[in-house]
């Protein structure tokens, strides 16, 4: 579903992705972690060309990313992006935020959209507040609503970029929960978390990142049992002490 | 003190005789009102259309915008005044400028005052736009196109609903600037609210109750302005954000 061969990518002097390569098969959800600032945010955003990168391959679904012939929008419309700031639109209702991408850019008509937006609101537990705006929903209830808007786009495979960083504590598991109810269901999904309980519970695989290169790539038992670099070592150490 | 005030004033016939003098306030305050809020709608379109260019990111667009910007910004109002007035008609080409020397007088002062105030304000606005755009989070701007809009649909759609909505103070104020810089076009001899009102004093010496009216209307100009701005926002707010309900 996703390959991605020895991508490169510098600001300047600065190597942000250091010949990264990774393969996402249909159905796999993989777990992206490392330190801050390893690249694990960029490398996914190389995924759907928000990012732009200088060398290497990145083919999604058959389509290269990196080619500039590629319609990088018809791209984007069917690969699914949640971000750590939810980004809903805050102008529009939790409706119209859930149906105006199938309406513009998959040309659905407007019942269509809204009713199939309100089925995915319901399917996160949120069908009481479509006519909200997104001011007035909490962070978690914003970020489900995030996925539920991604989800009406039919997507052939989802991106999260940290969904649960910007959370308060209390309201990470509702969209963990969500998540961990996608991937059981078959999405295809790439995840940049921290939170490793959900790693252990739903990852196929787990990749590791430290200073822009793909460090460990394995098994998530075979990460969490035993890490074969010395940095995932620590890292681990460091973030499942408690 | 030995001043004769004389409020009947306005309702006594001019002397060339064809209305009162309120009829020469009424019809400075017309024309005043009629070059603002055309060289504002002209205003409003270009500067949304340069601010916007500011922020994308071919650089060659970005950067003609800039210079638009930076030019118009950089002039002071009555030179500007002054080249579109005295120095355009012989830059154009011959026979556009020969029409344009043949037209009503009326016309060619009213045509350069608007263009005039019309690019120095979008100038303004170009710069409030853009601002508005860049004070959004940039989050914003990937969300619309990793959901699969094209730039311009992230414009029309995501970015520019919530920069206009936050630049309506700051538009107010340059709404309220144009009515207020018009008055520079009375240099040019078009008799708009200021002009009649120097007109007033040169025919009835009457000066105190002629700057009084004329402050008054410009007061009530930009009262009405200030009104209608403020139901706006309060119209476009959006529930949950800066403030609203």
Redesign the interface.
Known sequence: MIQISHVSKNYGTFDVLKDCSTTVSKGEVIVVCGPSGSGKSTLI?CV?G?EPFQSGEIIVNGTSVGDPKTN???L??????V???F?????MSITQNLA??QV???GRKQDEAVDKGLKLLDRVGLKAHAH??????SGGQQQRVAIA??LA?DPICMLFDEPTSALDPEMVNEVLDVMTELAQEGMTMMCVTHEMGFAKRVANRVIFMDHGRIVEDDSKEAFFANPRSERAQQFLAKILHH | MNYQWNWSIFLQPTVVGDTTYLGWMFAGLQMTVMLSLSAWVLALLLGAVVGVLRTVPNKLLSGLATAYVELFRNIPLLVQLFIWYFVMPELVPQSLGDAYKQSHPVQQQFLAAMLCLALFTSARVAEQVRSGINSLPKGQKNAGLALGFTLPQVYRHVLLPMAFRLIVPPLTSEFLNIFKNSAVCSTIGLLELAAQGRQLVDYTAQPYESFIAVTVAYVAINVIVMTLMKLLEDKVRVPGYMGGK
């Open positions: 955003k759907n928000l990088l929008s018809k984007r419309a069917h690969v699914g992006m971000f750590q700031n980004e809903l639109f805050p102008h105006i991408a513009k850019v998959l909200k705006f997104p001011g007035q929903l808007r991604a786009m």
